[in-house]
């Protein structure tokens, strides 16, 4: 069992940058693959990065490309997510994710068995 939280959310003006943690408790945090989604006021939630375990192979969705780095230290148990020249549309709630994907399903909500409880990332024009 794997308990996420994150933090490091807040309002930012466009063209800012924050870097969201997500600090994991439980044991077997190394074997998990990890992720990144956001789901934004009246919209589903979708996936924003993952970052796999052994090959630490790097997925991005195409709005974020360029902008967002996740990474990973399993030595502490966190994920990260450095965001850069922040816009409006990345305006949501983010939520960490861990389980087992693969690189066809690593954008999909149903492998990921475990969810942080989200942190508010706002940014004004």
């Known amino acids: 069992q794997v308990q996420l939280a994150e933090s490091g959310g807040g309002s ?16 077997m945090f190394s074997s998990y693959d990890l992720a990144w989604f956001r789901q ?6 979708e996936f924003v990065s993952a970052i796999r375990i052994g090959t630490w192979e790097r ?26 020249s922040l816009k409006p549309e ?5 939520y960490c994710a861990a389980g087992a994907v693969t690189d066809t399903n690593y954008g999909m909500e149903l492998p990921y068995n475990y969810w942080g409880q ?7 024009s």
């Open 12 to 27: 930012v003006q466009a063209g800012g940058s924050l870097r969201l943690s997500c600090a994991a408790s439980g044991h």
């Open 118 to 124: 989200g942190t508010q990332v706002t940014v004004s």
């Open 40 to 45: 934004a006021p009246g919209k589903e939630r």
């Open 59 to 84: 997925y991005y969705t195409d709005s974020v490309q360029g902008r967002f780095i996740i990474s990973r230290d399993n030595a502490k148990n966190i994920l990260y997510l450095r965001m850069v």
């Open 90 to 94: 990345d305006t949501a709630v983010y």
